[in-house]
């Protein structure tokens, strides 16, 4: 006799879901409440009022910013512009004379000293002051008041400076300073040759020159350049 067929998928349990019950806003409200209450009871009430406080953007700061010049800033950095350089050679013919036996006799130390010197010519931008300098930004017109161009240095070329004659007579005593005597009338000699000429026009030429490329540099389109008498203000 044949037995009762067992259906292979009867241990097979499908259980449908469990509707829900609609959930009514009271019950949100009373869920949100109590989360509250729980939040309270772990980190504190402090922690809520503070809160709030924390997560503001913090107001920002008022900057008032009231910037110098660029033009003038530029300029002044180049402090001392050298322009000019002045190959000088001259001859310097110096002579201590001395009186012998009550000034019957005339002693003579002398020497001949050959003297190559350098001088340095240029302007010093660190006495520009900002009333010098104006910028019209809509024409881009730059307006400039420079001082005077002045000496920076005389110096001598030691390596070709020498001296060429030296003379001392029987009676003559040697002065020992005739030669630092003589360098120093070379370096006056060297620096007032220097100036002579056209010099001086030169090194506004070159000064102008190098001012309008700055400028133009910095974005102005027409540079005008004036200079300040020798002695005069702002400096």
Known sequence: MEGPLHDPYASVAVHAPRPRAPTSSAGRAARIALLVVALLASVGFGALVVAPHLRAPAPPDTVVARPSPALVIAIRDL?????????????????????????????????LLVAVGHVTIGVDLARIGEDDIAMDPETGVARLTLPAPEVFSTRLDEEETYVYTRSTSLLARRNEQLESRARKEATAAIEKAALEGNVMARAKAQAERQITALATQLGAKRVDIRWREVGGGGD
């Open 79 to 111: 402090a001392r512009l050298e322009t000019t350089e002045v190959h000088v050679e001259k001859v310097v013919d110096l002579a201590d004379r001395q009186s012998r036996l009550f000034g019957l006799v005339q002693a003579t130390d002398a020497l």
